[in-house]
């Protein structure tokens, strides 16, 4: 896409998140956001960070490489407005004032958001689809190094959490089978000493609605096929008995098979597998029905703000 200029309502946010970058152009008018452009590489900017805190320079090169890439392609879909938004890799990080610098020298200004900011825009970008407005409302965004969970009910937060559980994070080499139910117990244990206590006397809805890309996944992994129109993804509702058995498929599977799963990127073959299990443990634990995947989230939410 190419523009003869800046457009005053033409924006863009590039998400830098602990497994990829995202970069999400699109107008804004009256509160509706209408995508132009979106684009998805992965970086793994998280790659150690959770056990040493620190950044890999490799990574952090490679990171403002795709970054500077994804402004330019911004600008010359006409944005006026260009927003990098860092979130736990870059918050955990002791030196991410490397990643900041190498951003800098592109003329990128990173923006670290805390969990609290990360959660709050979430929720804005998903209350910006029509069926998801009001009403009570429960949403989960896993990444590659936390997961956000919120519940809602209006405009009433009833719940806003940042957990220290992410795909990259969980991540060990290449999960076989046999990793499987050491994982269920480790996010078993970490759901009942830091999920269930944040819950409390907290109502839940009974369906989830399931942000970034494993949901997004999963369902097209159900439906085998690579595309699927925004309108019916966002329409998709998986059971709990899908999720269930999507997962154990997945788990099931060698690596290279996964690889070439219809729906599936070759790329997230790997931490497709955590996040699964994490969507499972956390429907299990909550009583969640039905997840429903969808494409708004924190880039929606930051156009918004």
């Not at 936390?146 to 220290?164: I, M, P, W, Y």
Request: glycine share 10%.
């Amino acid at each position: 896409m190419t523009a003869s200029g800046p457009n005053e309502n033409r924006r863009a946010v590039i998400d830098i998140g602990s497994n990829s970058v995202k970069l999400l152009v699109a107008d804004v008018v009256d509160g509706v956001v209408t995508p132009l452009v979106h684009e998805s590489e992965q970086t793994r900017l998280g790659r150690g960070v959770f056990e040493t805190g620190l950044l890999e320079q490799e990574a952090v090169l490679e990171t403002t490489r795709v970054a500077s890439h994804f402004a330019d392609r911004a600008r010359d879909a006409g944005a006026e407005e260009i927003r990098v938004l860092g979130t736990s890799a870059a918050r955990d990080a002791h030196n991410a004032v490397d990643l900041a610098r190498a951003l800098a020298a592109e003329n990128l200004a990173l923006e670290i958001l805390d969990g609290h900011a990360e959660a709050g825009l979430v929720l804005r970008g998903v209350r910006s689809h029509p069926d998801l407005a009001a009403g009570r409302l429960a949403l989960m965004d896993v990444g590659g190094g936390s997961t956000e969970l919120l519940v809602a009910d209006g405009q009433d937060l009833k719940l806003a959490r940042s957990f220290q559980l992410g795909t990259v994070r969980l991540l060990s080499g290449h999960p076989t089978a046999d990793d499987k139910a050491k994982l269920t117990d480790t996010l078993g244990s970490f759901l009942d000493e830091k999920l269930v206590p944040a819950l409390g006397r907290v109502s839940l809805p009974g369906m989830l609605v399931g942000t970034g890309g494993t949901p997004v996944f999963l369902a097209r992994v159900l439906k085998e096929t690579d595309n699927i129109a925004s309108a019916e993804l966002e329409s998709t509702r998986l059971s709990l008995s899908e999720v269930q058995t999507l997962n154990a498929r997945l788990w099931a599977m060698p690596l290279e098979q996964r690889r070439r799963l219809p729906g599936l990127p070759a790329n997230r073959a790997d931490v497709i597998l955590i996040g699964s299990a994490i969507y499972e443990a956390v429907m299990l634990r909550c009583g969640f029905a039905e997840l429903r995947p969808t494409l708004r989230g924190v880039r929606y939410g930051a156009l918004l703000a």
